[in-house]
């Protein structure tokens, strides 16, 4: 199993962004803190004409939901939704994954839970997880386990479905 994924309260809890300190920078357009990210997570990620660009320094994950910038280096560069490949769950809650190894979308999750009142999102990650098959710290953008991410996911997805139900029966 990647070390992302074991089930530690660390990894499934998604970040509530507290402020920066020394070890966690700050955003230089929102002032969160930032969570570091690897090299490999960045070259996966960025598009092309940044891939050079992140070779040099550290940088950070930017979870801000209103802010644009997805990584920073401290003083310097920053990059944004649109200097990477792909949506980022945090910024586009709608249209991106919410597990970036198995694909699973919003959309997905809702679907189930309206057909069938629960959804299994959790329990096949957690089964793929166990025979090995994610990849959560190259694949997700923010460089670690989705859990987090999907278990938000389904929490909203049922209470939507719970409004939707309450609405119909009005």
């Known amino acids: ?6 089930s530690s309260e660390k990894n499934d809890a998604p970040s509530s962004a507290p402020a920066a ?8 357009r929102c002032g969160r803190a930032g969570r570091p990210v690897s090299t490999l997570t960045l070259k996966h990620q ?5 891939l050079t ?7 950070y994950f930017c979870a801000t939901s209103e802010c644009a910038v997805v990584y920073f280096a401290v003083g310097g560069l ?3 939704t649109s200097d990477v490949r792909r949506p980022v769950t945090q910024k586009d809650p709608v249209h991106a994954p919410v597990c970036y190894c198995f694909g699973f979308t919003p959309a997905m999750v809702g679907e189930e839970i309206e057909a069938t009142g629960k959804s299994t999102v959790v329990e096949r ?3 793929e997880m166990k025979s090995d098959f994610c990849a959560c710290e190259i694949r997700n ?3 670690s386990c989705c859990l987090g991410n999907v278990k938000a996911a389904v929490k909203a997805a049922q209470a939507a479905n719970r ?8």
Request: hydrophobic letters at 45%; one cysteine or more.
């Open 125 to 127: 990650i957690a089964a």
């Open 21 to 28: 300190t020394a070890a966690r920078p700050a955003c230089p």
């Open 1 to 6: 199993m990647s070390d992302c994924c074991c």
């Open 78 to 80: 920053t990059l944004t």
């Open 53 to 59: 660009a992140v070779n040099d320094g550290a940088f």
């Open 141 to 143: 953008p923010q460089g």
């Open 163 to 170: 409004s939707l139900r309450v609405e119909a029966s009005a």
């Open 46 to 50: 960025v598009r092309a004409d940044f």
